[in-house]
């Protein structure tokens, strides 16, 4: 499985934007990256997906480098809402086992300050 | 909506007293999840279900049973629960060639007291 590392938290006013980047040197040929949002007292949520180059949804975008060892979750425009956990995974699945496994790293804490 | 449904919300429990967590899915989804999340830690993995086949992982403590007898409902059983089971579990789901690679859905979770 590819380790993610991210940063423990961050900090940020609103109406900025937002970047979060994780490492993934041991990316697989096969593995996805994907981010999950989790507010406190609640299940994680799915955010976004990206194999490589750039990918946009109505809410983040996320930037692969060519390389894949790493990955940016970009939140424009943050508001007090979007002050929550971040997990960024890599997806692994077991050839011909039709299993998935994810593992959840440590996730950076978004704090958006008025 | 369809959604991910966790019951109870709240579960207290005594210690050595097995306990029983549920989830149902309106999803029609064929892979379901149980994590465990310890306060200010990330979820982490205990055990999946491909359909029928059941998956755990390597380092889940014998304690922890699952049982799913439909596609619709999953079940956790601790069957000695001890203090550091104290956690919110949380189950999900997700759909084999769905759009998004291995997208799970999350329940809101159980969080569980051990006293």
């Known amino acids: 499985l590819a380790k993610t590392t991210q940063p423990i938290s961050m900090d940020s006013y609103e109406g900025q934007e937002v970047n979060i980047t994780c490492s993934h040197n041991n990316i697989a040929t096969n593995d996805y990256i994907t981010w999950y949002q989790q507010f406190p007292s609640q299940g994680p949520r799915f955010i976004i997906q990206g194999y490589k180059t750039k990918v946009t949804n109505e809410v983040a975008s996320l930037f692969i480098p060519a390389d894949r060892k790493s990955s940016t979750l970009s939140l424009p425009r943050v508001s007090l809402s979007d002050t929550a956990v971040y997990y960024c995974l890599v997806g692994d699945i077991a050839s011909g086992a039709g299993s998935y496994q994810l593992t959840f790293g440590k996730g950076t804490k978004l704090s958006v300050i008025p | 909506d369809a959604m991910v449904i966790q019951n109870p919300r709240y579960q207290v429990t005594q210690f050595g007293k097995p306990v029983t967590l549920s989830c149902s899915q309106t999803?029609?989804?064929?892979?379901m999840y149980w994590y465990q999340q310890k306060s200010s830690q990330a979820p982490k993995l205990l055990f999946h279900?491909?359909?029928?086949?059941?998956?755990n992982e390597a380092d889940t403590p014998d304690n922890f049973q699952s049982r799913r007898p439909n596609t619709s409902f999953c079940f956790l059983d601790i069957r000695s629960p001890g203090l550091g089971d104290a956690a919110m579990y949380l189950c999900a789901t997700s759909r084999v060639g769905g759009g998004y690679y291995n997208e799970q859905f999350f329940g809101p979770g159980t969080r569980l007291t051990v006293l």
């Open positions: 999803l029609n989804h064929n892979v």
């Open positions: 279900y491909y359909d029928k086949d059941f998956n």
